[in-house]
């Protein structure tokens, strides 16, 4: 049988235990996820790529069915090129259902053997986001417990280097 292989694309900066938790869950149907890290998001990032592919490799370093890496481009495009047909989508509101909602429409217009799954997010990580995590850290609020003790660590260095 061939290897179940899906795409789970984000920023993730940072990568918070929302991400972790849709990438764990998602081994339990997939052999393999591709933590698949945008290149180009319309975002301004706290971290460079590479600081955010390598976060992603040091949270999941014990688990070789997690692979981490960088994409530009269009997604189906990116996922054609590694051969693989499924694209992992996080959900934690109805507000989200509407995007990506839109965004796996247009993948499936592109290209149609390109397949979405919607994942619901642990109800524990419902109110957190990217974006939330990066305002509570740099207004001096903690975020433990929110991101992985390794983000963690480098949302602290990061925000003091620029303080």
Same mark, same amino acid.
Not at 44 to 67: A, K, T
């Given at each position: 049988?061939? =290897?179940?292989?899906?795409?789970?694309?984000? !920023?993730?900066? *940072?990568? !918070?235990?929302?991400?972790?938790?849709? #990438?764990?869950?998602?081994?339990?149907?997939?052999?393999?996820?591709?933590?698949?890290?945008?290149?180009? &998001?319309?975002?301004?990032?706290?971290?460079?790529?590479? @600081?955010?592919? %390598?976060?992603? +490799? =040091? #949270?999941?370093? $014990?688990? *070789? +069915?997690?692979?981490? =890496?960088?994409?530009?481009? /269009? /997604?189906? %495009?990116?996922?054609?090129?590694?051969?693989?047909? !499924?694209?992992? +989508?996080?959900?934690?509101?109805?507000?989200?259902? =509407?995007? @990506?909602? $839109?965004?796996?429409?247009?993948?499936?217009?592109? @290209?149609?053997?390109?397949?979405?799954?919607?994942?619901?997010?642990?109800?524990?990580?419902?109110?957190?986001?990217?974006?939330?995590?990066?305002?509570?850290?740099?207004?001096?609020? &903690?975020?433990?417990?929110?991101? *992985?003790?390794? #983000?963690?660590?480098?949302?602290? %260095?990061?925000?003091?280097? !620029?303080?």
């Amino acid at each position: 049988m061939a =290897e179940r292989i899906a795409i789970y694309p984000g !920023t993730f900066d *940072p990568l !918070t235990n929302g991400h972790v938790s849709i #990438v764990r869950r998602s081994l339990d149907i997939f052999d393999k996820v591709i933590v698949a890290v945008a290149v180009h &998001s319309g975002k301004n990032p706290l971290f460079s790529l590479d @600081e955010r592919v %390598e976060m992603v +490799r =040091e #949270v999941f370093q $014990q688990n *070789p +069915r997690v692979i981490a =890496e960088s994409f530009s481009g /269009l /997604l189906v %495009e990116y996922a054609q090129s590694r051969g693989v047909n !499924t694209i992992i +989508r996080g959900l934690r509101a109805v507000s989200d259902f =509407e995007y @990506e909602f $839109q965004m796996a429409l247009m993948n499936r217009k592109l @290209e149609p053997n390109i397949h979405t799954v919607f994942m619901m997010t642990d109800y524990k990580w419902l109110y957190i986001s990217s974006t939330i995590i990066k305002d509570v850290a740099r207004l001096g609020g &903690s975020i433990e417990g929110l991101v *992985p003790a390794v #983000v963690a660590g480098r949302m602290r %260095e990061r925000l003091a280097a !620029t303080a």
